[in-house]
């Protein structure tokens, strides 16, 4: 069983460098030491973590940077390899930023939507990408509480790119892997797909 661990002196250290407002800088897949970091499998962490609220906040400047915004961030890309991630909520008033703490994917849709996505750490790369159109997330809040929610559409999309990072895995993986099965169509227009 792994153990839901606060987050060290290591990531600490990294967190403190710059205020809690400021971004950080996001590891890039076209650096070496940067890409092997990006592609290992994320631990999980304590929710009840008090730091946590600097990681959130640091993600949260991060992917909200003016100079390359985004609509989620995961921990890792920030050099923090813990199961946290930050998403935008398209399906909500306002289109809130909310993260999402020891997160799993514990049901995904068989049907799918191809549609292109880009990603904060991979630079100049923007392909279509086959997501399933629901999912159902479970996740935890900084009181330690358990949350599940079903979510569809562009949201959904961005909170399975962002689960992905969490097991170090990018979204090119993914369009190789699609590359290898066989989809059918599920709408006239070729945008929704299954897989047999
Ligand atoms: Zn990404």
Redesign the pocket.
Known sequence: MESFTPLNEIELNLLSQGSVSEPMRVLQSTDSIDNQSLHEKCKPVDARDPNLKILISRLYATVRDEEKPGV?I?AP?IGINRRVFLAQRLDKKDNPFEFFVNPEIVWYSKVMRVGEEG????PDIYEEVARSLAIQITYYDLEGQHFQEVVEGYTAVILQ??FD?LNGV??PERIEEQLQEEFFSASPNGELVYRK
């Open positions: 989620g995961a890309q990603c904060l750490s991979i790119h962002e990072h990018l979204f």
